[in-house]
């Protein structure tokens, strides 16, 4: 495909390549942005006079058309033109003044070699390896082309699909035979999808988008696919030698008619599909916002996750660790808060574990660990000098390369490791003894601290802890609550400081909230605490402003 406005070069290239190949002029790239989007491999040849307005140029918006290469034909390669092409993402260049069928053959040979590799990236990335459908970012790819569409007078139907009672079925026939279904299902599905999209987005839950022209009828649409769907699930399923009857749910929604935005549909799905579950046998239903009341499934919370993390929706939040033999802020653990445009303030118990069921708890990690560190050098300006914990989850430590993102991440934005804790669970040392033994160590190195949370809850391995760098031991606010009076958390919590003591590690007790837990602490020799009795997580700005109001009583102790 060729961008010429002037037709400059159309006859130079035409003149070079074997009529097999086929050439598509167009002046501008926008006349050829239905073209692009055809399935079948596509190079960009752009003339250098498409991007002589920088305002406009082509260049700037290459992303978008998905790892078509883009070639550009200089008819002169000065050291200015070259300098500006280097500033933007392109495959290559060819100076036409030079350009023979060898050299022309060579850059359209590696062009379309990349390409290849590029689709088979996207493929992989982008496709549920159990049943070879879309995954989940295929699923929201789609979804959020699918409703750009609406402009023009299409119409769109979100079908969320999954089997009743999966987790029972799984328990009693085992995973393997779960997986066998799973696989089926994907093939009925397939089958009724005719030209939309077909998505696993979870263990036993499908989607379908159903785009329909501005032509047609979309309830006639989506009637006519509901109806193929269910008679596509009717049939039983092969599971050794016995036939097993297994029935679906089907939660619709349509746009625009019940909504226009992509987190609202698919949350009106997840909720049509609830409702549906209420019915015996195959089901569907349609959202009704009369009957249909917001929920907290997963499939409605995980895009709008992404949403509050790709715009911003995050922020950080601190509770201060008090040094019980002086008083002092010592440090502070950093928790993160949503802030959702119409919910208001989310607290972590709400959204965390999507985030660790997903895998979204990985990206939404680092950006703690950038932020946090950001947040240090502002603490550190107005004199803490102690440790900001920073937690860690389990599957975080599933990502083969956390230990050298992190790296990356102190180095990028110099973040001070003499202030970083990283504080991990229990189940987190557990999930993978050598890969987080390997992890620990590289971050040591780096002069980073670990603590352990929610000592005692668990099954904690006093070898291990003696092999890990951990300098620090929290104490779980279930143990707090019960001092005084309760005799065996009593006997747990002078346990725990005492173990700590022996292997010269530091104690913190968490949840502290009234005089009596923290007399009893104190008199039990607990290095550090943090609970409401001192102060609730608050905003960066509310730490610093304690910080600095603890700051002239500290020099003035020092000075005297």
């Known amino acids: ?147 750009k569409r609406l402009d023009q007078g299409f119409k769109v139907a979100l079908f969320a699909i999954d089997i009743d009672n999966f987790s029972a079925f799984n328990n009693n026939m085992g995973h393997d035979a779960g997986d066998r279904v799973v696989l089926e299902l994907s093939r009925r599905l397939r089958r009724c999808q005719g030209s939309s999209h077909l998505a696993r987005i979870g263990n036993d839950e499908f989607t379908i988008i159903l785009i329909v022209r501005p032509e047609d009828s979309l309830q006639e649409a989506t009637q006519q696919m509901t109806e193929h769907l269910i008679e596509a699930m009717i049939p039983g399923y092969q599971i050794d030698d016995s036939e097993a009857t297994i029935s679906c749910s089907i939660g619709i929604a349509q746009a625009p008619l019940h909504h226009h935005e992509f987190d609202a549909l698919i949350r009106f799905s997840g909720l049509a599909r609830l409702r549906a579950k209420k019915l015996r046998g195959h089901s569907y239903a349609i959202y009704d916002p009369k009957q249909d009341k917001e929920g907290g499934s997963s499939i409605a919370l995980e895009p709008e996750l992404w949403r509050a993390l790709q715009q911003g929706e995050f922020s950080l939040y601190y509770q201060p660790r008090i040094n019980l033999n002086t008083g002092d802020i010592v440090g502070a653990e950093a928790l993160i808060r949503w802030h959702h445009p119409t919910r208001g303030l989310i607290t972590p118990d709400t959204f965390i ?15 703690v660990i950038q932020q946090a560190g950001k947040d240090m050098k502002l603490m550190r300006d107005v004199g803490l000098r102690g440790y900001v914990g920073v937690n860690l989850s389990f599957r975080q430590f599933q990502d083969g390369y956390l230990a050298n993102t992190i790296e990356r991440l102190i180095h990028k934005y110099n973040i001070d490791t003499t202030m970083l804790e990283f504080e991990l669970t229990e189940t987190a040392l557990f999930s993978d ?49 019960g001092i005084p009076g309760n005799k065996d958390d009593e006997e747990i919590v002078r346990t ?20 009596g837990q923290l007399e009893f602490l104190l008199l039990h020799g607990c290095d550090l605490a943090q609970g409401y009795l001192f102060s609730r997580p608050v905003s960066l700005d509310k730490f ?9 009583e500290q020099d003035a102790m020092l000075e005297q």
């Open 496 to 515: 725990i400081i005492n173990l700590a003591k022996n292997m010269q590690r530091k104690v913190i007790a968490e949840g502290v909230e009234t005089q």
């Open 1 to 147: 495909m060729l961008i010429d406005p002037d037709a400059m070069a159309i006859q130079r290239l035409t003149s070079l390549l074997p009529p097999a190949c086929n050439l598509l002029l167009f002046p501008s790239l926008d006349l050829a942005a239905e073209t692009l989007r055809e399935p079948e491999p596509t190079i960009l040849l752009l003339h250098e006079n498409a991007i002589d307005n920088v305002d406009q140029t082509p260049l700037n918006h290459s992303e978008q058309y998905n790892g078509i290469p883009l070639i550009v034909l200089l008819e002169q390669d000065t050291p200015e033109r070259l300098e500006y092409l280097l500033q933007h993402p392109l495959n290559d260049y060819i100076n036409l003044d030079q350009l023979d069928t060898s050299t022309l053959f060579r850059v359209l040979r590696y062009a379309s070699a990349n390409l290849r590799n590029h689709k088979a990236l996207f493929e992989i990335q982008t496709t549920d390896p159990l049943t070879g459908t879309g995954n989940r970012q295929y699923f929201y790819s789609q979804l959020q082309s699918a409703l």
């Open 544 to 552: 610093l402003a304690m910080l600095d109001t603890a700051r002239p």
């Open 433 to 481: 003894e050598v890969h987080v033994r390997q992890c620990m160590e590289s971050l040591s190195a780096l002069g980073v601290e670990f603590s352990l949370d929610d000592f005692g809850t668990g099954y904690s391995s006093f070898s291990l802890l003696q092999k890990l760098p951990i300098s620090t031991l929290k104490i779980d606010k279930s143990f707090i609550s």
């Open 353 to 367: 574990p999507v985030c660790e069921q997903s895998g979204l708890i990985v990206p939404i990690g680092y950006w």
